[in-house]
């Protein structure tokens, strides 16, 4: 290794880069609604956007 | 066509709905203003009914032009001018017109320089509103639901204003499961929970340099400009410089309230 190498080494070096990621995902929480022609106490019985996945059950 | 002056945060939006479909949506989930002649609109927001498909992923492509913001997903597509003053919305359903909601409202307040979108629920305890985030599965809802009868002032996303001494968080519209009624009121922001599920409750604070990048990914933002990237940062800072930031662990129970009161 010259000294030449050496010294370059000797900067603060980058190890990894990582792309700033905010949170786009919201999808995967669907719900149950409300949504229209649903006044909101059907549990989900209007709600369109299936397989509906309920969180409560992971636990 | 139906018109309606909602209010998102401080913010009030004239919006324009070409279709009926939608009447519902805004009916129950928003504040509504009196039309009044006098009221200062922040943005005018056209909604066009029949685009795309539904749902199909998270996607979304963004363009800059000219004089315009492009955010297009398979089952959305937005148009607003750079200034933010009038939006067009093509949506699929109503899932659809309420990510782009989200979409549009958080870039707006990051444009700003008034505050973010963080991906959380939020729940009043003596006055004081506290944040519970965390990964998918995390218990972000079910300490939302373990909190009642708390104010809640949401279960999925959370409105806060950022100012230089103090955050604010503003009940929000872009709720997932429960159907409560608006909290009228805001509330200044106490303190930010990281959660874990655990068989024990236990509370710790987390530095500040790594909450700062530990909330970073749980802003909602669809970045088109690197500058409003760094306002994100700057907002974000603020935040942890602020208010504490604590990993908690909890039961499922509503035992962990007595960690945090």
Redesign the interface.
């Known amino acids: 290794m010259t000294e030449k190498q050496v010294i370059k080494e000797s900067r603060p070096l980058v190890l990894a880069h990582q792309a700033i990621r905010f949170e786009t995902s919201q999808s995967w929480n669907k719900g149950h609604g409300p949504v229209s022609g649903d006044p909101g106490k059907s549990d989900g019985d209007y709600y369109k956007h299936d397989p509906y996945d309920p969180k409560k059950t992971k636990w | 066509m139906k018109e309606s002056i909602v209010k998102i945060g401080e913010h009030v939006f004239h919006i324009k709905n070409r279709s009926f479909?939608?009447?519902?949506?805004f009916r129950?989930?928003f504040i509504h203003m009196v039309d009044d002649e006098h009221q200062a609109i922040h943005m005018t927001i056209d909604i066009m009914t029949g685009f795309g498909i539904?749902?199909l992923?998270?996607e979304?492509k963004t363009t800059k032009e000219k004089n315009k913001l492009i955010f297009e997903r398979a089952d959305y597509l937005i148009e607003v001018d750079q200034e933010f003053s009038h939006a067009i919305i093509h949506v699929n359903?109503?899932?659809s017109l309420k990510?782009a909601l989200?979409n549009l409202y958080s870039c707006f307040i990051v444009h700003i320089n008034w505050g973010l979108l963080i991906?959380s629920s939020c729940v009043v305890e003596r006055n004081k509103a506290h944040i519970f985030t965390g990964q998918?599965?995390a218990?972000k809802?079910?300490a939302a639901q373990l909190s009642y009868p708390r104010t809640l002032l949401s279960d999925?996303?959370t409105i806060l204003k950022i100012t230089g001494d103090e955050l604010i968080v503003f009940d929000s519209p872009f709720?997932?499961?429960m159907?409560e009624k608006s909290a009228k009121e805001s509330y200044s922001l106490g303190s930010i929970q990281l959660l874990n599920?655990s068989v024990t409750n236990r509370r710790t604070e987390v530095a500040k340099s790594d909450s700062l990048l530990l909330l970073?990914?749980?802003?909602?933002?669809?970045?088109y400009d690197p500058e409003e990237?760094k306002n994100?940062f700057k907002l974000l800072k603020c935040v942890v410089d602020n208010v504490p930031v604590y990993d908690l662990h909890f039961q499922?129970n509503d035992a962990f309230w007595e960690l945090i009161s």
Request: no cysteine.
């Open positions: 479909l939608y009447r519902d949506f129950h989930n539904p749902f992923n998270d979304v359903n109503d899932l990510h989200m991906h998918s599965g218990g809802s079910t999925e996303a709720r997932s499961e159907n599920q970073l990914d749980k802003v909602f933002y669809w970045t990237t994100i499922k």
